[in-house]
């Protein structure tokens, strides 16, 4: 597709069940990267694949947190035991690697996480 | 680690008349690349304007350019001609290295008055 897909647009979780968040990236996109914006509004990156392949995980918490993206699928983040504090918007972004020399990520709307 | 700093938390600025928001980052780079994203209240983030580091000149797009000064790090985004639209969240962003990821500041609320 010409834009970055992410479903679904709100997801609502009581604390301690599981959210999976999907993403599709722009058709030819091989990099994909998920940010975290909390209510006061900061970004914070998680997570970054090359095609199926993590990128960059240096942002990712060590528990509770995975991510994939295979082949011909969406990419998914999934969070095991939601806790209050990963209320927040999940935005994924994706990036041509041609296009290097710019590093523009084009942004998908975003799924808002709530967690009760 | 890099930084990127918005100390202005909010701004205000008449409709028609120019206001400059502010941003400065830290780095030890010496090639990067800078944004400034507008996020409206649908959430969405939309890419403004960017900079890459190696080019002298100041990037314009239409009523929004930007003062980068390299040394003092300093990358200000200056809208002329402001608009109710134009009434967001800014965000200064930077990146180093071939698909790396985005580090935001804080982000500044502009309000635009009629």
């Known amino acids: 597709g010409e834009e970055v897909a992410q479903t679904p647009k709100h997801l609502v979780r009581g604390e301690g069940q599981k959210a999976k968040l999907y993403c599709a990236p722009i058709k030819g996109h091989s990099y994909v990267f998920w940010y975290q914006q909390v209510l006061k509004n900061e970004f914070k990156f998680l997570i970054s694949f090359q095609n199926e392949n993590v990128f960059d995980e240096t942002g990712m918490p060590k528990e509770r947190f995975s991510a994939k993206c295979l082949p011909n699928s969406p990419c998914s983040l999934e969070i095991q035991a939601t806790k209050l504090e990963d209320s927040a918007v999940y935005f994924c972004?994706?990036?041509?690697?041609?296009?290097?020399?710019?590093?523009?990520?084009?942004f998908g709307p975003g799924t808002r996480l709530t967690v009760l | 680690a890099q930084t990127v700093t918005q100390s202005q938390p909010e701004m205000s600025v008449q409709e028609a008349e120019t206001v400059t928001l502010s941003c400065t980052y830290d780095?030890?780079?010496?090639?990067?690349?800078l944004f400034w994203y507008k996020q409206p209240p649908s959430r969405q983030m939309i890419l403004v304007i960017r900079?890459?580091?190696?080019?002298?000149q100041n990037a314009t797009e239409n009523r929004f350019s930007v003062n980068f000064q390299k040394a003092a790090k300093s990358f200000s985004l200056k809208i002329s001609d402001s608009q109710l639209g134009d009434a967001a969240m800014y965000f200064c962003?930077?990146?180093?290295?071939?698909?790396?990821?985005?580090?935001f500041g804080k982000g500044i609320t502009l309000s635009v008055r009629p």
């Open positions: 962003a930077y990146l180093t290295g071939a698909n790396s990821k985005l580090t």
């Open positions: 900079q890459e580091a190696y080019k002298q």
């Open positions: 780095t030890s780079e010496s090639d990067y690349y």
């Open positions: 972004a994706s990036s041509h690697p041609e296009l290097a020399l710019v590093n523009e990520q084009f």
